[in-house]
């Protein structure tokens, strides 16, 4: 039971430390952004002490971090490809639903024996702090909530997201963690070269300006088909030039995600003239029902251009990073290709 | 007197009769709706160009491979739950003695995901089979939990949720430790109708029927067990036997109806309750009269669960759910 005396005590030592944070921050936006940098060696490009904006409240990062836990896919695969030391990464898909025993992500290089692996669904906050990090990257970290942001917060400065969960662009968010990591231009060499791999796919490909597609997760009897930007899987889509379907885009009604539209398995024949149609599965027996429905196994597209997309593809392509374009382009681009030149 | 109760008798059947011609009504309008009726609409003059063979192929597959074995499925299992309720209903004098929540349907549910999981079966058999096993182990459990010593209606309820409660936790345990699970208990949780499995669908129709045999068989044992053991046994009745077959057409029924369908609740729920005021407590007017009831309850209840969401569906588990449990509402205000 703490006394009058103590909690008083610990409410001017709070105070103390609000003010110094408040302190910091004013000085990092005051520095000037290019002084210290010019001083490091030429990897470092950011200046420290950095405060980063949060849905939950600010953040300081006082020095280049050189431990770095990871709790979404595209902050380990940013953190990763922008050199960082990560000591803690969420488990992949894959791995989680126990469809296989690899870890790590397929576009991500091999992370140190010794990394703990979170379970995204569920982050354990104690096995976060056991990995000693000096930042928490959380930008993608679906299961982050206010409460879990501040026990987060006692262990190193957590970067989430500024606004809400997929509110922000791949761009946004990979200068937002190139800017945690003191690595803001390889940050945005990382976008050039994403860039560069949209670009060269639309040269390669044709039928892509212009052509049509779906991309859909079959459940039993309905396919969640996600067609407006709302979705940031349809985003990246339409940044490839495609469009969905009008025919299905245009159905209306309630979608069980953000931008999606539910279609039942008998409005398969809408589904024949895309271009492309993609599809995720939860499981191979949903995978299997929607394959041997009557309906669905009868249309055309179905031995045409029908493209089953695996478990890692479609996770990357739930919040599409950077860092992962150039090797969901490759996954994709089977598919891609069956698309008729207009 | 003898005159008065025979009159009494005469009308309860003429009200019956006439209840029970236009369920059958009902019953074939809906079936009539259930063909026609869906995500995309099908014109009765459509219906009459495919019947007279000139559908044309997509059509022919929409009706007869789609909506024909859906409409039967929701027509088996909405009478194999009807009489598993209006079973449990009778035999432990409980207004909310029902598959669903004594945890009959998941038990058969849980019993599907454990066989598809730990032990790979996939074939039509292997599915009924586990979820017969799963329904009779938790009937029995339940049963026993709930039927010792003094019946007790509220001891049957709370045993049938404890059970419910141990079937999710084991559940959980389950899913934590084989993520796999997880997948296959996603598909198993909310009952639905949408492209059930046929072979399924055949496998469990001797079932059904011998579940349907076995509940018209048990109607006069039960009507005789609500008099009190020795009086049962008086009138020539085995308490024992009519309590343990009621327990085995349980599972039967609703162990097939899982199978075909996953757990759908309420409806064994509903239609006793429904039907009452029409068939006295006669358990097996009962069955009788719910058989349509039954059946036109869950017809109804898929037919929504195409429509309300239209362009996509929602499971039928879902819609009888949401029927159902104002139905529990209005019991409990009645007893109250």
Redesign the interface.
Known sequence: MPSPIRRATFAGLAALAAGALLLTGCSSSAAPAGDSQSAESGAASGAFPVTIHNAYGDATIDAQPERVAALGYADVALASALGAHVVAAPESFTSVAGAGDEKNLPYIDPLPEDTTWLNPMSINVEQVAAAKPDVILATAGFTLDEALYAQLSDIAPVVAYETALYGSTSEESALRIGDALGKTEDAERLITEADAAVAAIKQDLPGLEGGTFLYGQARDGVVVMLVDEANVTAKFMQQLGLVALPAVADLGGQGSVPGAIDVSFEQAPLFNDAGVMFMTFQSDALQEKFERDPIVSKQPIMSERYVPVGLEAATALQDPNIASVPWLLEQLRPGLELIPAK | MTVALREARRTSASRLLGAQALAAIVLLALCLASLLI???TVSPAALVEALAGRGG??LN??LW??RLPRTIAALLVGAALAWAGTLMHGMTRNPLADPGLLGVSSGAAFAVTIA?TWFGVRSATGIAGSAVAGAAIVTAAVLALGLRGAASGTKLVLAGVAFSMTVSGVQSAVTLL???????M??WSAG?L??PNTSVLWETLPLIAFGGILAFALARPIDALALGDDTARGLGSHPFFARAGTGVAAACLVGAATAIAGPIGFIGLMVPHFIRPFTGPSTGRMILFGTPVGAALLLTADILA?TV?????L?VGVIAAALGAPVILIVLRRRA
């Open positions: 869906g995500s995309r192929d997509d597959t929409l491979e789609v598809m084989n993520p796999r699970a997880l997948d296959a996603r598909a639905s949408a492209s195409r969401l239209w362009p996509g569906e499971p």
